[in-house]
């Protein structure tokens, strides 16, 4: 059974900084692209960054590019979004989704992602 579990979430001040990371189980984590989403109260989930299964390309929404940063651990089988100059807008629930199939790209509106987890919040205050 496919799990992915995030973690790392809370509470910062405008312009600070927090990890977040994903662990994951129930599927071979090197051979699968993986994802961070985030959904603001309000609004629908968005995209905020994709990484492919060898960690060699990434991709970031318009809004984080330069700020966060996606990595994976493929012998951990962890995922991570390094998340720096954080802004009141950044303020969400975040999730950590996994591909559908071996080597699926996940795309900005969610094409592609197989799994998803339950979320963790990140509140940033002005």
């Known amino acids: 059974q496919v799990q992915v579990v995030e973690s790392g979430g809370g509470l910062v001040q405008a312009g600070g900084s927090l990890r977040l990371s994903c662990t994951t189980s129930?599927?071979?984590?090197?051979?699968?692209?993986m994802g961070w989403f985030r959904q603001a109260p309000g609004n629908e989930r968005e995209f905020v960054a994709s990484?492919?299964?060898?960690?060699?390309?990434?991709n970031y929404a318009d809004s984080v590019k330069g700020r966060f940063t996606i990595s994976r651990d493929n012998v951990k089988n962890t995922l991570n979004l390094q998340m720096n100059g954080l802004k009141p807008e950044d303020t969400a629930i975040y999730f950590c989704?996994?591909?559908?199939?071996?080597?699926?790209?996940?795309?900005?509106?969610?094409?592609?992602?197989?799994?998803w987890g339950q979320g963790t919040q990140v509140t940033v205050s002005s």
């Open positions: 990484i492919n299964r060898s960690g060699t390309t990434t």
């Open positions: 129930g599927f071979t984590f090197r051979l699968y692209d």
């Open positions: 989704a996994a591909g559908k199939t071996i080597a699926t790209a996940i795309g900005p509106e969610g094409q592609g992602v197989g799994s």
